[in-house]
DNA sequence: TACATGTGTTATAAAATACTTACATATGAT
DNA sequence: ATCATATGTAAGTATTTTATAACACATGTA
């Protein structure tokens, strides 16, 4: 169960969320863990660009990766999911967003 | 509580709340109706940028809207919020992605 | 009439996100 | 040696999102 600790947390989370992409991901790392050039090739999309939503994944804690070596001897990384599962309601949101910053990122 | 007839509504919830003003506007709104121009001096944004997110929110059914008659004579357009709620986990992620698009907006 | 307060829209700029291309390195098999 | 497969990243481009500025119109009040 997610626990949101301040309103950056959750928003951190929804963002991440927010992208059919990376909701694919979350699909297949569902039915089990899976290394990148395989995900990849499964997601049809380019390497680099799932680096790019799993990274956002990793950022807002909903995968993690272990490196690993593959039979045929080749090192490999794979990324798992790990807890997703929260309630969202506008109390939650009343009461988070005291701690919500408005902020340019860079 | 909302429930998700298919992938492409999650994720159109999912986007209306992966932002700071949206958040902020719900959290003002969780606490009654409120006219735009109101929500604006609330919230320190422009109207017209108010208006963009109060669009965003209204697709996705998280809020809805009247046009009142003001004590003043004037028109006034009031917010209010929808039932905000619902739980998110990987088991829905992994039966709605079925029913998700990936696509260009425009 | 001029001012303050509403709604609503268009055009534009700025920032952030998503995506592509090209490259570097390493391992094992043919 | 060359091919296929793996990781990793830099750089450039395209698209989308967010934000601003400038209008239009209407109502009530000083």
Redesign the interface.
Known sequence: MIYFNN?DE??LV??A?????R??I??VL??GRQYVSHLARELGISRPLLYLHLQKLEEANLVSSDMEILETGQAAKYYQ?ND????????L??D??KS????RKK
């Open positions: 309103g959750l928003l929804l963002e969320l927010s992208n059919p992409q909701l694919k979350i699909a569902s039915e999911l997703i599962h929260f309630v969202l309601n506008e109390q949101i009343h988070l967003s919500l910053s408005i902020k």
